[in-house]
T-cell receptor
Framework: DVKVTQSSRYLVKRTGEKVFLECVQD?????MFWYRQDPGLGLRLIYF???????EKGDIPEGYSVSREKKERFSLILESASTNQTSMYLC???????????FGQGTRLTVV | KQEVTQIPAALSVPEGENLVLNCSFT??????LQWFRQDPGKGLTSLLL?????REQTSGRLNASLDKSSGRSTLYIAASQPGDSATYLC???????????FGSGTQLTVLP
């Protein structure tokens, strides 16, 4: 079974803190994605990566950055957390080709 | 830009009923369409993937259909059970993109 693991289920951080959300997949997938999910807005793409050290902006990249130093790990970084970044964050991975995407269990981040 | 709509936003049915969830998309140039299930506070679980060349896919009590030309997909759930209660999300992968575009979901409640 494909496994996508997010490092935390719940996080509470203070405004202005630097926050790291980690995602690891164990199936050698080339593509990895970070989405956030908010009531009434659905899932929105923040960033994605199609290879090590490669990244592309999604629909809402402002306030975020990403890092992909190894194929299995994709990190989302909030440089200076703000209350409007309180959300559910979902990581996904997918191999190359016309294939299925797999999601992690989500990280509920609260910024106070 | 691809837009995905799911109607209804919420649905409540008695146990044992067969039901259909609807998904529509604006641009028929897609690679594939994927149906997911999301339980409250959790990540997404992939249910079915339909490639653009396919008309339907089946898994157990679930059957998903795809009509690319009309921009529609349906998820049919046979003999619904209380354990089917969840939010069901439809997502398409546009032909020019690596990432998925999601609908806002249908929240299903199956009453015992």
């Amino acid at each position: 079974d494909v496994k996508v693991t997010q490092s935390s289920r719940y996080l509470v951080k203070r405004t202005g803190e630097k926050v790291f959300l980690e995602c690891v997949q164990d199936m050698d997938h080339e593509n990895m994605f970070w989405y956030r999910q908010d009531p009434g807005l659905g899932l929105r793409l923040i960033y994605f990566s199609y290879d090590v050290k490669m990244k592309e902006k999604g629909d809402i990249p402002e306030g975020y950055s990403v890092s992909r130093e190894k194929k299995e790990r994709f990190s989302l970084i909030l440089e200076s957390a703000s209350t409007n970044q309180t959300s559910m964050y979902l990581c996904a991975s997918r191999p190359q080709g016309i294939t299925e995407a797999f999601f992690g269990q989500g990280t509920r981040l609260t910024v106070v | 830009k691809q837009e995905v709509t799911q109607i209804p936003a919420a649905l409540s049915v008695p146990e044992g009923e067969n039901l259909v969830l609807n998904c529509s998309f604006t641009d028929s140039a897609i690679y594939n369409l994927q149906w997911f299930r999301q339980d409250p506070g959790k990540g997404l679980t992939s249910l079915l993937l339909i490639q653009s060349s396919q008309r339907e896919q089946t898994s157990g009590r679930l059957n998903a259909s795809l009509d690319k030309s009309s921009g529609r997909s349906t998820l049919y759930i046979a003999a619904s059970q209380p354990g089917d209660s969840a939010t069901y999300l439809c997502a398409v992968r546009p032909g020019s993109a690596r990432q998925l575009t999601f609908g806002s979901g249908t929240q299903l409640t199956v009453l015992p």
